[in-house]
Nanobody, 115 residues
C-alpha cells in the first residue's frame, strides 16, 4: 500500500524560505519519479515540480522556476522541495505524488505566506 507523508509547512513572511519533506512507503522509491503539487483555496491542484528516479532530471512550473528546488534522497525514501523567495501566491496545501501511483495522495502540508 502506497503511503506518502508530507511535512515542513508553516507560516512564513514574503521573501522567506521553507523546506518540505515527503517520506514514501509501499513501493520501491528509487525506481520511481516523484512530483510535488499544490492546491490553493478555490483552485485546482497544480504540478509544481518533478524529479526523475535518480534525481538527474528535474522540471518546474514557470511560476516557481528559479525559486524552488526539488531533490531526493533515495536512501531515506524522501523527496524534498526547497522554497525560497516565497510569495503570497505560493500559499497552498502542498502534496507529493508518485506518477506511477497517481491516485495515492498524502494529507499534504499547509504553506501560508503572509506578513
Amino acid at each position: 500500500q502506497v503511503q506518502l507523508v508530507e511535512s515542513g509547512g508553516g507560516l512564513v513572511q514574503p521573501g522567506g524560505s521553507l523546506r518540505l519533506s515527503c517520506v514514501a512507503f509501499g513501493f520501491t522509491f528509487r525506481n520511481d519519479a516523484m512530483s510535488w503539487y499544490r492546491q490553493a483555496p478555490g483552485k485546482e491542484r497544480e504540478l509544481v515540480a518533478g524529479i526523475s528516479n535518480t534525481g538527474g532530471i528535474t522540471n518546474y512550473a514557470d511560476s516557481v522556476k528559479g525559486r524552488f528546488t526539488i531533490s531526493r534522497d533515495n536512501t531515506k525514501n524522501t523527496v524534498y522541495l526547497r522554497m525560497n523567495s516565497l510569495k503570497p501566491e505560493d500559499t497552498a496545501v502542498y502534496y507529493c505524488n508518485a506518477p506511477r501511483f497517481s491516485s495515492s495522495w498524502g494529507q499534504g502540508t499547509q504553506v501560508t505566506v503572509s506578513s
